[in-house]
């Protein structure tokens, strides 16, 4: 992986950074080998982690074949009930995604996933256990908080 991003560095002229970081997650046994082999298994595209909430309509959501995985549609913020599934924001992509990646600023959420779920290439694990929306500042301290006292 590492050749890999060094020359998509060098052939797109930017610096990708990577880094290693022990966190609460790893310590509780983050899924990733699932993850991985969940990836391997239904051979598409790109895998991405869901998690339920309580409270959909707060999130976009994302719509998927149980039995299979398979992403059909993102639906944001809906305000009637489509599912409880919301897109966790953990990632496992084949480097073909990349070349989907325009070179201007991207939301690959809202842009490049929708257009892999249209071809049938993009699948959901849900994620076991403890999940938290760290998008306010006030969400985040609280997490940070919460990662100290556990650990």
Known sequence: MQNFLK???KKLDIKITCRKRQSLWAQQGHPLKEMID???SHGGEASIMVTKVDEPS???VVVMEEATGRVEKF???PKVFVCNKINAGIYLLNPSVLDRIQLRPTSIEKE???SIAAEKKLHAMVLPGFWMDIGQRRDYITGLLEEKVLT
Do not use: I, L, N, S
Request: glycine share 6%; no cysteine; proline share 7%.
């Open 58 to 60: 707060k999130y976009g």
């Open 7 to 9: 020359e998509f560095q």
């Open 38 to 40: 969940f990836h391997k």
């Open 112 to 114: 490049v996933f929708p």
């Open 75 to 77: 639906v944001e913020k």
